[in-house]
Each structure stands twice: as C-alpha cells, then as structure tokens.
C-alpha cells in the first residue's frame, strides 16, 4: 500500500518454462492498415526452445505479424495470447517480462553510452529480487554481442551495425522467454549476420523461444528451426526449410526464378535466383 493508501500492483513475474512449452498463440489476425488489409487471417504458434524466421517479399505483412505478436499492434480481428493470456492482459511491465523485442532501428535523443542503453533492458526487472543479476546479465550480454571495444562510446555515435549490435545486447540482457527481432541482421556484414543467428539458436538451446523476420533465405534455412513464408498478408507456408524451401513455391511468392539445393556438406537448402 502506498502513502495516500491505494494498493500497489506488483507485476507478475513470469513462471518457468520448458522446451516445447507454448510461449505464444496468435490465431486467425486481421490487420488493416490505410484501407489496405496487411495481416489476413493468419495464426502462428511459439514453443520455447526453437528459432522461427518469418521470411517472405517486401510488404507481404511481415513486420506487421512481429508488431502483433508483440502487442504493439491490436488486430483488427483475431487474438494473441502471451503465456495463455492475452497479451492486452499483461500490464506493460509483465509484458516487458516475457517478451522482449528488437525493432528495425532503434534512434536516441540523447548521448547515452552503448553500457547504458544496454542496461536500460533491465528496467521491467527493477525492485524485483532480479535486480542482484543486473551487472552479469549486462556484462553477458555486451560479450555475447561483441561490443566491448565501444561500450563506453555514445551510441549515437556508432555505425549502423554497431548500433544494431547494442541494440541486439539491450534486447538480450531482458532476459525474456520470448525474442521478436525485426530484420537483425540487415545492416550487418557476413561476420555479424552469423553470430546474430548464433546468439539466436543458443537462445533457443536455453529454452527461450525466438521470432526473426529475415530477408536472407539461406540465413533462415541454416537457423531457423522453422520457416513461416509469408505472401499478400497470409502465410502460403509453414514448416522446416528443407521442406518449406520450394523452387516452385519461392518461384511464386517473390516472383523470380529461384534454384533450390541441398549445400553438399550440410544438407541446408541453398537458394540461388535463377540467372539466364
């Protein structure tokens, strides 16, 4: 109870999880946007302890699904449940807990150094018994995304890739069940790509569940545990890449000849555009 005698709410912390456990439903959504429908009818299921790549052509609702699944977004029809709730029924706290998100690009008024914004994603732990953790878990982070040699530079004063590391660090040391990253890897060189999609299959392998909208398809075959295409606001597609990855299917959804093949070593689907 605070001094003017009214009750404090104490956010719900999340209980723990197992792989294969449901992190998050999302059925039937609906979405429309400027008279336009983005999102139509689709449904999507997150277990802990697996990496799906959302993939699919320029305006096929990708983003949008991210943003409903987060809760940022309210569809228009459809619901979304977070932890069996829905996710409109978490405070925004309790939410923060559970699910963590990293957008497409992440802009600072102020001159906040890359340490700070990566502790800022401790916040929905503060006065929780968590808070003991809050140094490791950002010290982790900053390893694990390799941003030590300038965590004590101001972060508006990074490239674009080193701000999406910090960025990817933040979304990190929030330490939710649940990671939604909106194209991580689009201002990244071949190095950085591979240790975001690293980091989110070990996030995986920790019992965390990971959503990632990606626009590399060979980069979704090698990590994703599944694929979900998306084309014209509907999933055309859902399931593992070497299954999902059609020639006849990505032929059609991006429009453009593509070869599909197994990498010799791997066994990953390789997809090529068809070059005359």
């Not at 950002?138 to 300038?150: N, P, S």
Request: aromatic share 4%; net charge negative; hydrophobic share 45%.
């Amino acid at each position: 109870m605070n001094l003017l005698g009214g009750l404090v709410h104490r956010p719900r912390q999340p209980a723990a999880t197992n792989p294969g456990d449901i992190l998050l439903t999302a059925t039937d959504l609906v979405v429309e946007l400027g008279g336009r429908r983005i999102l139509d009818e689709v449904s999507l299921t997150v277990r802990a302890g697996e990496v799906i790549a959302l993939v699919g052509p320029n305006g096929a609702g990708k983003s949008t699904l991210l943003g409903a699944l987060a809760g940022d977004l309210v569809p228009g029809r459809g619901q979304v449940l977070l932890a069996d709730r829905p996710i409109g029924g978490w405070t925004p706290v309790e939410r923060a807990m559970r699910r963590a998100v990293l957008p497409q690009s992440v802009a600072l008024s102020f001159p906040f150094t890359c340490a700070e914004v990566i502790a800022m994603g401790r916040t929905p732990w503060s006065g929780t018994s968590q808070t003991d953790q809050d140094e490791a878990v950002v010290r982790q982070a900053v390893t694990d995304c390799q941003v030590a040699d300038f965590a004590g530079r101001a972060f508006n004063t990074l490239s674009g890739g080193e701000r999406a590391r910090v960025a990817l660090a933040k979304t990190l040391a929030q330490q939710a069940d649940l990671l939604l990253l909106d194209e991580p890897t689009a201002a990244l060189d071949i190095r950085h790509q591979e240790l975001v999609l690293r980091i989110a299959r070990e996030q995986a392998a920790a019992g965390k569940g990971v959503v990632v909208v990606l626009h590399d398809l060979e980069l979704a075959g090698a990590y994703a545990h599944r694929v979900a295409v998306l084309d014209r606001s509907r999933v055309v597609a859902e399931g593992p890449a070497a299954e999902v990855f059609t020639a006849d299917l990505l032929s059609a959804v991006y429009q453009h000849e593509v070869e599909v093949f197994p990498h010799p070593r791997t066994g990953v689907p390789m997809v090529i555009p068809r070059r005359d």
